[in-house]
């Protein structure tokens, strides 16, 4: 069984702050990692994608992917009220279907 | 940027009657489609994966004749709710995945609200 694990939260940070969410899956061959956000009622859309040990950074947002540890992880710095939402993790592991954490509801407080 | 439009965005209909949900990729091939279900405060959970010209493969649980999938082109792709139930209530997106992986990755359709009265 291929597993997405994330922590449900909620997590509230204070505005401003750094914003830090976790997942880990449990397929040591995958390859590819990607976050998502998703307002209540809509579609995800994609925030970061990554595909190599390390950190990618665009703008506000950092990806860190440490595959030993079969870890992934969202830094969102200087968190907006814009930014509260529900945050999947997906990974596409072998088969090539895009899986889905149980996702983390953040909330940022002004 | 690529784009999949979904329609419709919600549905009512009654128990026991039929809904057909579409994905057409605007502005790029989908080799393959797939269809996600998502219930109030849950993740996203996959139904099954369609590739254009061949029969889809549905996941464990998922009642291939009840959920009838279509990909007859590169562009469209459509979701059947056949006799449906108040329990098929849910949230149903479309996700795309173009030819060319590294340039259009997923992308998700808007989604669609259904409700069974």
């Known amino acids: 069984q291929k597993e997405v694990e994330q922590n449900s939260g909620p997590l509230s940070v204070p505005e401003g702050a750094i914003a830090s969410l976790n997942c880990t899956y449990s397929d040591r061959g995958s390859q590819s990692f990607f976050w998502y956000r998703q307002y209540s009622g809509k579609s995800p859309e994609l925030i970061m994608s990554i595909y190599s040990n390390g950190d990618k950074e665009d703008g506000r947002f950092t990806a860190q992917l440490n595959k030993a540890s079969q870890y992934v992880s969202l830094l969102i710095r200087d968190s907006q009220p814009s930014d509260s939402a529900t945050y999947l993790c997906a990974v596409i592991f072998g088969n090539e279907k895009l899986t889905f954490g149980t996702g983390t509801r953040l909330t940022i407080i002004p | 940027g690529a784009v999949v439009s979904q329609h419709p965005s919600w549905v009512i209909c009654k128990s026991g009657t039929s809904v057909k949900i579409e994905c057409r990729s605007l502005?790029?091939?989908?080799?393959?489609m797939f269809w996600y279900r998502q219930f109030p405060k849950q993740s996203l959970m996959l139904m099954a994966t369609?590739?254009?010209?061949?029969?889809?493969?549905?996941e464990q649980g998922v009642e291939k004749d009840k959920f009838l999938i279509n990909h007859a082109s590169l562009t469209l792709s459509t979701l059947t709710v056949t006799s449906a139930h108040p329990e098929d209530s849910s949230f149903y997106i479309c996700s795309a995945r173009a030819r060319d992986r590294t340039l259009y990755g997923y992308t998700f359709g808007s989604g669609t609200r259904l409700t069974v009265v």
């Open positions: 369609s590739n254009e010209g061949s029969k889809a493969t549905y």
């Open positions: 502005d790029f091939q989908a080799t393959t």
